[in-house]
């Protein structure tokens, strides 16, 4: 991975460490928390591949399978940007 796309991926973890404030509206839970999930399991990824450089394709796909099925609080297309990226650098 070349040092910007090490900024690209370190750019996009500080932006999901701050998790969206969770809804007042309970009917809104559900769907905030199945984001959370899809956040967390993608800043965990780019935390490891940042650190020690390594990702299983499994790993990977698996985390982008949460942010397809639950979304994200980030900007979708820059998400979708992060995954083609760590699929291309996964083990």
């Known amino acids: 991975m070349n040092p910007a796309e090490s900024l690209q991926l370190g750019a996009l973890y500080d932006a999901l460490r ?5 809804p007042a509206d309970p009917a809104q839970l559900t769907g905030w928390m199945a984001r959370v999930e899809a956040d967390a399991a993608l800043t965990g990824l780019i935390s490891r591949v940042l650190n020690s450089g390594t990702a299983t394709t499994a790993e990977v796909t698996d985390a ?8 994200t609080a980030a900007d979708p297309a820059r998400v979708a940007s992060a995954y083609d990226l760590l699929h291309r650098n996964a083990d």
């Open 18 to 22: 701050t998790t969206a404030p969770m």
């Open 64 to 71: 982008q399978t949460l942010f397809e099925k639950n979304g």
